[in-house]
C-alpha cells in the first residue's frame, strides 16, 4: 500500500541509481510543464532505513531540485517488495507517460539481464515488446550491446538516430576501434547509408590490413580532410570515403587511374564522355553525348570518327591487358 | 561421419509413417523427437533466434517435400553454365563453410530431410527415361553436401544403385567429406561421379567449418579411384588471398601426385562469387572470415567477383600447374564470361548447350572406357 505524502528532497538518495533508465534526457518541455503547473503525477519512492530510494521519478525530482523546490510529492512504498517488480513499476510508469529513446530501452533490458537476472529467453519472449520491439534474440543483444557502449557512442547513436545494424557493426569494433571511430563519425555529416558504409569499409580495411580504426583515421590525407577549414560537412564525408573506398581496392583505384589518364589523353570535348564497363567486367566502351544543334551533331560525328584514328583509343576498346604490376601500390599501408 | 550432432528431430506428423523417417529415428535413438503439425511456427521460433542457420544445422526436420525436386540448375545469367540438374533430397549441410551460399537462400533454416523418397525417386526415373537430346547430369551437392547426411539415411547408396540400374543419367555427388567407406563396395558401373571442392589447407580451416581436410578429401578421392568411381575436382570457391599461389600450388602437386587424374572425369575452377545478400549475413556470423576482404564487385548476373583480371591471374595459373601434371585434364571454368573463357583457354564454349555437350563427349569417353 502506498501514501502520497510530500517528502523533503534531503532526504531522497540522489546516489541510488538502480531504477534509473535516464538517458540524455529532454528536461525543458518537463521544467516549463513543472513550473507552471506542479508536479501533477507523485514519483515513487521506497523508504530505506536512511532515507528514500528512487524508483521512478528520476526526471521530475532533477527538475523541481533545480527550481530550488524543497520537496516533492511522492508515493512512498513502505512494505518489503522485490526489486524486479519495482523496476517493472518503474517501467510501466515510464512507458506510459514519455516512452523511451533508443539507449534507454538499452539500459533498460541490460538491467533486466544483468542486474536482475531475468533469462534472456524470458526477456526476448515477453518484454521486448513492451519497448515496442519483435521478440528477437538479436534485436535483445543488439540493445544489450549497445548499453555496453561508451558514453560518447550512446550519445551518438541517439543524437544521429543509428540504425539496429550499424549498431550492431559499432559492436563489432574493439572499446579502441569503437572511440577512434566516433571522431571521425561526429567530423563529418552521415545519413544512414554513409555510416553504413563507412564502417564497413574501416571494419575491413582494419581486419585486412591487421591495424586499428586509429591507425587509417590517422592518415594524413584523412585528418587533412577532417581539419579542412574550407570543406563543409557533406564535402568532407565524400572525400574521406573516396580516401577510404582508394584504401580498400586499390587495385580497382589503380584501374581507375589509368582508365582516366588514357582518356584525359585522348582530349575528348566536354560534350563526349567515354566509360568502361561496370567494374572493367566485360569487353568494350561506352560512349555518350549530347548536343543541342545540327551544328553540334556534325562537330561530335567528326571528333569520334577522329578518335578512329587513335591507336590509344584502340588499346582502349581491346582493354590492353594488365599483366601483374610490380609496382602496384600495396594493399598494406600500415606494415 | 562428418563431426556434427543432432541435437533434436523435428518430425511433421504427415511424415511419421514414412519408411525414411523411420529408418532416421531408428539410427538416432537417443535424439530428441517432437512431433510437429504446423512448421511455420517451428520456423518462425528459429528464425526468433540469435543465429537461426547455426541452429538449424543442429536441428533435424523430417517432411514431406510436395512439389517438383528436380530441376535445372538455375545458373547465372550472362555467362556459360554447364548444364547440370538438381536433385533436392535434403536442403540444408550440417557443414559451416563461411561463404556458403546457402545462409541467404534458405527461408527454413532447419537441416530438412525429404521423406517422400519414392517419390523423388519416380520423378527421377520419369526424367531420365525421356528422350533427352543430351546426357543428363544430376546432383545433389547443390543444396547439401552430397554425403553429409549418409550415416544417417542411406541417400547416396540408395541413389549410387539407382543410376547404376540405369541405362541414362550420370548422378554427381559432391562433397567436402572424407569418408566414403559406405560407396566403396557399391556396384556403381561407373554411373556415379564422386567429387570434392579443394582448398589450401589453411583456406579450409579458416573458411570450411566442419569439413574434412585436404588430405583427408585427397584420400577419399583416391579410395574412390580405386573401385573404379570417376572422380571430379571442383576447385570452387578459388579464394585470393595472401599466398594464395603457393597454397593452390601445393594443393595441385598434392592432387596430381595422390590421384590418378586419367580418372578425373572433370575439374572446375570458379572464383569466388556470392549473392549480394551473403556478405551481411555471413559477416555476423562469422566475424573472423577473411574471404570477403578481397577486392569484389558486381558482375554482369549481380553476384559479386573478384576483377575480371584477377580471376584470369588465377585461373591461367591453375590451369597452367595442372597441364603441367596432365595435359588432357578436362578443366571448365564455374559460371564464367565468353571473354574470360578466351583469356584463359584461348577459346570458349559458344554457349552453355555447347558446354554441356562438351560434358557428354567427355564422359561417354569414361563410361567407353576411354
Sequence with gaps: MTLIQNIPLDQIDFSDGTFSINFMPDLERLRSSIQEMGVIQPVLLREKPKGYQIISGFRRIGVVQGLGHTGIVSRVIHEETEDLKLFFISLHDNLTSRGFNTVEKAIALEKLVDHFKVNPVVVTREMLPLFDLERNEKILNTFLSLARMEEEVKRYVLEEAVSRSNIRKLARLSVEDRNAAITLLTALKLGENSLREILTLLEEITKRDRCSVRKVIDLNEIQSLITHPELTSTQKTERVKRVLMDLRYPRMSHLEEQFEKKRRGLSLPPTISLHHPPFFEGRGLRIAFQFESVAEYRSILSSLSALAEREEFEEMIRGGEQAPNPKHPTTNRFK | ?370
Design chain 2, 1 to 370: 561421419m562428418i563431426p556434427f550432432q543432432i541435437e533434436k528431430i523435428y518430425l511433421d506428423e504427415k511424415a511419421a509413417g514414412d519408411w525414411v523417417a523411420q529408418a532416421v529415428l531408428k539410427s538416432l535413438p537417443h535424439v530428441p523427437v517432437e512431433e510437429v503439425r504446423d512448421k511455420k511456427p517451428l520456423i518462425k521460433a528459429l528464425l526468433s533466434k540469435e543465429d537461426p542457420i547455426g541452429l538449424g544445422k543442429r536441428n533435424l526436420f523430417i517432411t514431406r517435400f510436395y512439389g517438383k525436386r528436380l530441376k535445372p540448375c538455375p545458373g547465372t545469367s550472362n555467362h556459360i553454365c554447364c548444364g547440370y540438374h538438381v536433385i533436392n533430397a535434403l536442403t540444408n549441410c550440417p557443414m559451416d563453410c563461411s561463404y556458403c551460399v546457402l545462409q541467404g537462400y534458405l527461408n527454413n533454416p532447419f537441416l530438412t530431410l525429404y521423406s517422400n523418397w519414392d517419390e523423388l525417386l519416380l520423378e527421377i526415373e520419369t526424367f531420365l527415361s525421356q528422350n533427352h537430346s543430351f546426357l543428363p547430369r544430376l546432383g545433389t551437392g547443390e543444396l547439401s553436401d552430397s554425403l553429409a547426411l549418409d550415416s544417417i539415411f542411406p541417400l547416396s547408396q540408395t541413389l549410387v544403385s539407382f543410376f547404376a540400374e540405369r541405362q541414362k543419367g550420370i548422378l554427381e555427388l559432391k562433397t567436402k567429406s572424407g569418408r566414403v567407406d559406405h560407396l566403396l563396395d557399391l556396384d556403381h558401373r561407373g554411373r556415379t561421379v564422386v567429387s570434392w571442392s579443394v582448398n589450401p589447407p589453411q583456406m579450409i580451416e579458416e573458411e570450411e567449418r566442419r569439413t574434412a581436410p585436404l588430405a583427408g578429401r585427397l584420400e577419399a578421392a583416391r579410395q574412390c579411384l580405386e573401385r573404379g568411381y570417376p572422380v571430379g575436382i571442383h576447385f570452387d570457391p578459388l579464394i585470393h588471398h595472401e599466398g594464395w599461389e603457393k597454397g593452390y600450388r601445393e594443393v595441385t602437386q598434392q592432387l596430381l601426385d595422390r590421384i590418378d587424374t586419367k580418372r578425373i572425369a572433370w575439374m572446375s575452377l570458379g572464383g569466388f562469387r556470392y549473392p549480394p545478400q551473403l556478405k551481411g549475413i555471413a559477416g555476423e556470423r562469422f566475424p573472423q572470415a577473411r574471404i570477403f576482404l578481397g577486392e569484389l564487385f558486381p558482375g554482369r548476373d549481380g553476384k559479386f567477383r573478384y576483377l575480371k583480371e584477377v580471376r584470369i591471374e588465377m585461373y591461367r595459373k591453375m590451369v597452367e600447374w595442372l597441364r603441367q601434371g596432365d595435359p588432357d585434364l578436362f578443366i571448365y571454368l564455374c559460371m564464367e564470361s565468353q571473354e574470360v573463357w578466351e583469356k584463359v583457354f584461348g577459346w570458349a564454349p559458344k554457349n552453355s548447350s555447347h558446354l554441356n555437350h562438351l560434358f557428354e563427349e567427355r564422359l561417354k569417353k569414361f563410361m567407353n572406357g576411354d
